[in-house]
């Protein structure tokens, strides 16, 4: 079996799987999957030094090594603040309006991706398969292959892929895009992106395409882009189930509400979230149907990030604002509609706070995939399980179908589903939690992995 390299923009070692650890499904996935192929996880240390040196610091953690380099203030803002977060996060979310294009982004990303090709290079054996994760590194494949890389190398995009007219605002968007096709397998959330990625190939680069197989061939490279949608890790997240913090969670969750429904929203504090768009979907609810202060608690965990980032800073003053207003317009003396918390929780906190919730309230503007969606239905009581509410510009409605998919544009698209779920009977929130749960717990962030590393590892070379 072949080592695996992993490259993403920063590193986490867990634990082992079920600890009470705080990271995410990916580095629970990352660390299984390094655990069983061996190998390196390479990334940004999240340092910062006053001159690069490009040197690694390796560690040995359980069963691979991780390997990271420590940046330049300047490079951090460039790369990581400046073209990953405030020039592809908002076009690839399809906030142009968002996106800045400043010619020093551009550069501060093409020279951290060489930087870190400069400093993997050396850790690489021959047979070793690499796989990058995400939008930091869309052109690291291109700078692999003029070091002279010859090995099989995967990029997986977590986020959206946008439409091709919308991609086309972006200075030397082909290059960007050219520079990726030097990876064999690019892996996309859902069959949209795939389809819009493409798209662009076929329209902008001329490419040549062959749509069924996902096969893009273009000057001698033939890259094979698919979609992969992750999952949780569903064993990990379903080890919280009686245990005591998250049975303490439900109860502190589900006591204050006093026999109101709870809402919930889990989203970092991100425009691409949509949560200014839920409150306008509650005041809908509100002005429509009489009584709902004493019917409906809304809780949204909204921990802060990038808050470097203006844009950031902006959505976070705007939801302040909001939240203030609709509690001031909508409570009473003794009752308030919207806990809106600003901070991060335990995964088993989280749990018992999913469960206690009648609705699950997903809606992003647009999304990836969206985790938190399947959180919340993992984490369900199969005899009396609550509804899932779920944008259908998250990638995840692909596969969730049995959710109630809404316009999270539409105040009273949104309203209107919370009315229905609020009023569903337990024989449909039944049938329409099992075929979600299905589809969760069969499509397992595990195999997720599985899945990606076996197509890259697969087809035969094409290199010239
Ligand atoms: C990107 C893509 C794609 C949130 N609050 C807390 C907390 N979280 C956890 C959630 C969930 C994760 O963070 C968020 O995952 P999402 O998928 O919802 O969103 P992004 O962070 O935007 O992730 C996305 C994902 O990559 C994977 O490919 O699905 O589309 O944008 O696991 O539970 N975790 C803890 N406390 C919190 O307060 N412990």
């Not at 026999?259 to 768009?277: A, F, T």
């Not at 808050?307 to 939240?323: H, P």
């Not at 005899?383 to 179908?401: H, N, T, Y």
């Not at 609020?422 to 299905?438: D, F, I, S």
Request: hydrophobic share 40%; glycine share 8%.
């Amino acid at each position: 079996m072949s080592r695996l390299i992993v490259v993403s923009n920063r590193v986490s070692v867990t634990k082992g799987r079920g600890a009470a650890g705080a990271q995410g499904g990916l580095a629970v996935a990352m660390n299984g999957a390094l655990r069983k192929h061996g190998g390196i996880w390479f990334g940004w240390s999240g340092n910062e030094v006053a001159r690069f040196t490009g040197q690694l610091t390796m560690q040995r953690a359980d069963g691979f090594t991780t390997a990271t380099i420590d940046l330049e203030p300047h490079d951090v803002d460039e790369y990581y603040n400046g073209y990953a977060n405030r020039t592809l996060w908002p076009l690839f979310h399809y906030r142009i309006d968002l996106a800045e294009y400043e010619t020093e982004f551009g550069r501060g990303y093409e020279r951290v991706n060489e930087q870190f090709a400069n400093s993997l290079v050396p850790l690489v054996e021959e047979e070793d398969l690499v796989w990058v994760q995400d939008y930091h590194f869309l052109p690291l494949g291109e700078r692999l292959r003029a070091h002279g890389l010859k090995n099989r190398l995967g990029l997986f995009l977590h986020i959206p892929w946008p439409p091709t007219r919308l991609l086309v605002s972006l200075p030397y968007h082909e290059r960007l895009v050219r520079a990726m096709l030097h990876y064999d397998v690019i892996g996309f959330q859902s069959t949209e992106w795939l389809e819009s990625f493409l798209h662009y190939c076929r329209k902008e680069l001329q490419a040549d395409v062959d749509e069924d197989s996902g096969t893009v061939q273009l000057d001698g490279h033939v890259a094979v882009a698919r979609a992969f949608p992750i999952g949780i890790d569903y064993k990990e997240f379903m080890a919280f189930r009686g245990t005591q913090t998250a049975q303490r969670a439900y109860e502190r969750l589900a006591g204050s509400a006093r026999n109101r429904s709870v809402v919930i929203g889990v989203d970092r504090l991100d425009y691409s979230k949509g949560l200014p768009e839920r409150i306008d979907a509650m005041e809908r609810l509100f002005t429509t149907h009489d009584d709902m202060v004493n019917q409906l608690l809304y809780v949204q965990i909204a921990p802060p990030s990038r808050e470097d980032v203006r844009s950031y800073q902006e959505i976070r003053a705007t939801l302040e604002q909001k939240t203030g207003q609709f509690n001031g317009a909508h409570s009473d003396v003794d009752l308030v509609p919207i806990r809106y918390v600003n901070r991060g929780f335990g995964r088993a906190e989280l749990f018992g706070f999913y469960r206690a919730a009648r609705i699950g309230l997903v809606t992003p503007m647009r999304d990836g995939m969206n985790l938190v969606a399947k959180e919340y239905v993992a984490a369900q009581d199969p005899e009396d399980p609550g509804v899932l509410i779920l944008s259908r510009f998250a990638g995840a409605a692909e596969q969730m179908s049995d959710a109630l998919l809404v316009n999270s544009h539409s105040a009273e698209d949104v309203a209107r589903a919370l009315w229905t779920a609020l009023h569903m009977p337990v024989e449909e929130r039944r049938a329409r939690w099992e075929k979600l749960n299905a589809v969760v717990r069969d499509h397992d962030v595990i195999g997720w992995a599985e899945d990606f590393i076996a197509l890259l590892a697969a087809p035969p070379f094409h290199h010239m």
